[in-house]
């Protein structure tokens, strides 16, 4: 199969005929959005769920100390200012405002038991490895929350920020969430498991007051039946749900509107650096530049990802695109492959393969891989599992190559210590790759134990560089951020991060 051919293969997987089917069922109540999701939220205590959906949502129905801008700058937030007097204490003044959705006041003493509950174990949490060098956390008057550190650890800030950690009231338990009470822009309503859930606006907001006064988030697992809902106009809006080639079709729909911007859904190529071939750099480095990227951009993707530079997003503060780059040039890759030591014979190098998930994007990019690689004499077999095994193959290092995707964690620079510092190999941490380089972990440590942010994002570009070099990834491409809604969606701002934010802005047209 050639690469044209698998390239038409993708753009006749999405279900197009479904495009042309039509209905017409009763729109949502006027004061209502209905927003289409593709699953329900595991858990809405912001202390336990780490699922897409549970944050996205909880963001909405929670508040944080900090918040993070639009270039993952920390801002005030509950917390109005904050101090470090010295690399083991953070200070926190909170604001005097806030109210949670019964109507207490949130003071020092929410603050305080949110997170002495995940480092107690009151609460058993996924997030708890996140706060191992918070010593403790005190509360010495009812707006001031100070936190003792055991050693230095300048990810805290962003550890209590939006979408890491939100602020629950004093007393919460194990079942919290099942009567969810925040102190956000919604109030919890109702959830129906893989059904809906509920929010409403908030009337006595603290901050700026949502315009719509009701979301109903609408469970929809298959993606044809998705766009059906948008088309009949039963469905108001959906975020980064659909194929490229669906938002594609829509955008030909006179009662819809495809909005996008670049995102942070960052995805990647892994080698085995372990594996007697792929541990060469060269051979590596030939890979790279044997794989056309921007031709997979325009095909796979219909041009809504952006090639990628770092792990980073572009519009991060530690983001630097000042590494080397690896434009599509085979003659390069041959040329570095002959220099490894593999030398074409009858055709051929060596073989390699790659495990991927049965995921049908993952599918044709592993397919378009295969014959790229094969025009500089590398033949790619492919191996296709079912993502939960595939996934724990890949999470015990048993791959040469896999690919997937960081959604959401690429946005903090301590990414770099949980999938590159040596420390962290499997199955602990993320470097599922074995890279080890003493120099990378040098600039990681310190990095993490300044505070300094002009010194912070010096180090991390010099890693960026050291990376982009030794590749034990490579960079493939930032996914943008697509999200469709119906003409009556109005004031619709995207984020970079894909979250639900634009629901704090949004108006409904009479």
Same mark, same amino acid.
């Given at each position: 199969m050639t690469s044209r051919t698998i390239y038409r293969r993708a753009i006749s997987l999405l279900g197009l005929a479904a495009l042309l089917l039509s209905g017409c069922t009763a729109p949502p109540p006027r004061n209502t959005? !209905?927003?289409?999701?593709? &699953?329900?939220? #595991? %858990?809405? $205590?912001?202390?336990?769920?780490? $699922? +897409?959906? &549970?944050?996205?949502? @909880?963001?909405l129905i929670f508040d944080s100390l900090v918040r993070r801008d639009e270039h993952y700058n920390l801002q005030p937030w509950l917390a109005e200012t904050w101090e470090i007097p010295d690399p083991l204490t953070y200070i926190f003044h909170l604001r005097h405002d806030v109210r949670f959705h019964d109507g207490a006041a949130l003071t020092s003493r929410d603050v305080k038991w949110t997170f002495d509950s995940i480092i107690s174990g009151k609460v058993v949490s996924p997030k708890a490895s996140t706060f191992?060098? *918070?010593?403790? *956390?005190?509360a010495p008057d009812s707006y001031t929350v100070i936190f003792r550190l055991k050693e230095p650890y300048a990810t805290l800030l962003w550890n209590v920020s939006d979408g890491a950690i939100a602020i629950v009231p004093y007393g919460s338990g194990k079942d919290f969430s099942q009567h969810i009470i925040g102190s956000g822009p919604f109030r919890f309503v109702s959830m129906a498991p893989d059904t809906e859930v509920v929010i409403?606006? %908030?009337?006595?907001?603290?901050?700026?007051?949502? &315009?719509?006064?009701? !979301?109903? /988030? #609408? *469970?929809?697992?298959? %993606?044809?039946?998705? !766009?059906?809902e948008l088309r009949k106009g039963t469905a108001d809006v959906t975020s980064n749900s659909l194929t490229a080639d669906m938002t594609l079709a829509l955008r030909k729909e006179? =009662?819809? !509107?495809?909005?996008? &911007?670049? @995102?942070?859904?960052y995805a990647y190529l892994a080698f085995n650096l372990r594996d007697p071939v792929l541990r060469d750099v060269r051979v590596r480095q030939a890979i790279a530049y044997a794989i056309d990227r921007q031709t997979m951009i325009k095909y796979l993707w219909r041009d809504q990802a952006q090639l990628a #530079? +770092?792990?980073?997003?572009?519009?991060?503060?530690?983001?630097? @695109?000042?590494?080397?780059?690896?434009?599509?040039?085979?003659?390069?890759?041959?040329q570095l492959l002959d220099q490894a030591g593999y030398p074409l014979v009858h055709g051929h190098r060596f073989r390699i393969t790659m495990k991927t998930s049965t995921e049908e994007s993952s599918r044709l990019l592993a397919a378009v891989l295969q014959q790229q690689l094969a025009q500089v004499g590398i033949e790619l077999d492919i191996r296709t599992y079912e993502f939960a095994t /595939?996934? +724990? $193959?890949?999470?015990? @290092?048993? /791959?040469?190559i896999y690919s997937l995707r960081w959604i959401g964690g690429n946005e903090d620079p301590d990414i770099f210590e949980h999938a590159f510092h040596s420390r962290s190999f499997p199955p602990k941490r993320a470097n599922r790759? /074995?890279?080890? %380089?003493? =120099?990378? $972990?040098?600039?990681?440590d310190q990095a993490r134990s300044t505070t300094d942010q002009a010194t912070r994002a010096a180090l991390y570009k010099q890693l960026q560089q050291i990376l982009a070099t030794d590749l034990p990834y490579i960079n493939l491409w930032d996914l943008d951020n697509v999200v469709v809604h119906s003409s009556r969606v109005t004031n619709l701002h995207l984020s970079t991060s894909g979250n639900f934010d634009f629901l704090r802005t949004v108006r409904l047209a009479p």
């Open positions: 959005l !209905v927003m289409i999701i593709e &699953s329900g939220p #595991a %858990n809405l $205590d912001p202390r336990v769920g780490t $699922d +897409s959906q &549970s944050e996205r949502i @909880g963001k191992q060098f *918070v010593k403790q *956390v005190d409403e606006r %908030n009337p006595d907001y603290w901050a700026e007051k949502p &315009s719509v006064e009701r !979301v109903r /988030f #609408a *469970v929809i697992p298959d %993606n044809t039946t998705r !766009v059906l006179r =009662n819809l !509107v495809v909005e996008e &911007s670049p @995102g942070t859904t #530079a +770092s792990i980073l997003p572009p519009q991060h503060w530690a983001y630097t @695109g000042d590494v080397q780059k690896y434009d599509y040039d085979p003659e390069k890759a041959r /595939f996934y +724990s $193959d890949v999470q015990k @290092g048993a /791959f040469q790759s /074995f890279y080890a %380089n003493p =120099n990378a $972990d040098a600039l990681i």
